[in-house]
């Protein structure tokens, strides 16, 4: 890599954080998505109750501006309720993205990075 990669980085055009529940803890993942959406200026992804790609349980996606990264990812990390949430730039690259650039709130879980590699 030829420079080091901060929060302002071109090559970062945002962020996704994708927030992992079970049937268990699908109402307390509704919650934290309706104060997400409620508190900030993100964007919503649906929700799949069954892996999808390389997300191994049920999960829905929060996409991000760059901008907001140092308010909402703080926040992420005391409002999770327990709740494991992946958290990666968005490059281009969505292999490295997932594999190499992110980083877990809560419990890593073990993703399925060949789906990005096939997809590549």
Known sequence: MDRPVHADNPAI???HAHV???HQTRPV???LRQELDSRF???LG??????????PIAMYQVAFAREIFAVLVPWLMLNRAGLSILVHPLTGDDYEDHANHALWLGEALPLR????RQIA
């Open 13 to 15: 055009q945002g962020y």
């Open 20 to 22: 992992y529940y079970t």
């Open 29 to 31: 993942a509704e919650r």
């Open 41 to 43: 200026p993100v964007t």
């Open 46 to 55: 649906r929700r799949h109750d069954v892996p999808v790609g390389p997300h």
């Open 113 to 116: 990075l060949d789906v990005l």
